[in-house]
């Protein structure tokens, strides 16, 4: 019995990434609803990290199309 006790006690405790990243917090926002609907906002919830992803690749997209409107060398596509 006293065996039992010393190997459960010397058992390696669970690895600590088990536990819930609690340094990346989960947030919340009101995303508008889609262009032509009366549907009530929707809330999206990722972590702030995941946000912050989006609002550079947002960021990203919007200097290349201020970037491509501002150069006088920049041809639009025909139509």
Excluded at 10 to 35: H, I, K, L, M
């Amino acid at each position: 019995m006293l065996i039992v006790i010393a190997l459960l006690a010397a058992a390696p405790s669970p690895p600590a990434a088990a536990t819930p990243n609690q340094t990346d917090p989960v947030v919340c926002r009101r995303q508008d609803s889609e262009v032509g609907t009366h549907m009530r906002p929707k809330p999206i919830c990722m972590k702030k990290s995941d946000w912050d992803i989006v609002e550079a690749k947002s960021q990203r997209e919007l200097d290349n199309l201020r970037d491509k409107h501002l150069d006088p060398g920049y041809a639009s596509p025909p139509r």
